[in-house]
């Protein structure tokens, strides 16, 4: 659902399918709808549902001019056409995408972890913990200043996000 298993058309798979990470994975780990790869040269990769940034940036696979998803709050454009909520690849204007999409590329990370709707990593250069995605400051940490991340959806709202990694405050290194 919302791209996790790295497709939009279809709700759930019996099968296994590959996703196309760049480099060999290490690690995996998966949220509520996003999912994300460390590789062996140390880089994350994150696919899936991004409503709250839970891909490390604000991609979309459904992007319009202006780089956000198309507006679909006063439309029925995705649903009229086949009767069925899956024909948008993103579901009617939410952010996502079924392609892997780097988390700060040029960073190498040593772990990473995901929760509901938010991901962190234990990054090589300093040893902090970094965390992005979440809807809630409690999450990220009590500190985290969200900005608005805006979907365009009548089924997904805007919400409150943190959609690129920040470091968590107060833990040591």
């Not at 399918?17 to 999912?35: E, L, N, S, T």
């Not at 956000?68 to 709050?73: G, I, K, L, N």
């Not at 969200?146 to 968590?168: A, F, G, H, Y």
Request: charged content about 25%; glycine content about 12%.
């Amino acid at each position: 659902y919302r791209c996790e298993l790295g497709r939009c058309r279809s709700a759930e798979s019996a099968r296994a399918h590959r996703i196309a990470v760049p480099g060999r994975v290490v690690d995996i780990a998966a949220g509520y709808w996003h999912a994300c790869a460390r590789t062996a040269e140390r880089r994350i990769f994150c696919w899936g549902n991004n409503t709250a940034g839970q891909l490390g940036s604000l991609a979309t696979v459904n992007a319009g001019p202006d780089g956000a998803p198309p507006d679909y709050r006063d439309s029925t454009n995705g649903r009229a056409t086949t009767g069925t909520r899956y024909y948008d690849p993103c579901f009617n204007g939410g952010r996502c995408s079924p392609t892997p999409v780097e988390v700060s590329p040029g960073r190498r990370w040593g772990a990473i972890a995901l929760g509901d709707d938010h991901a962190c990593a234990l990054a090589d250069d300093d040893g902090g913990i970094y965390c992005w995605g979440g809807s809630e400051r409690m999450s990220l940490g009590r500190d985290m200043r969200l900005m608005r991340c805006e979907n365009r959806s009548p089924e997904w709202k805007d919400e409150q996000c943190q959609p690129t990694p920040v470091r968590i405050l107060g833990l040591p290194a």
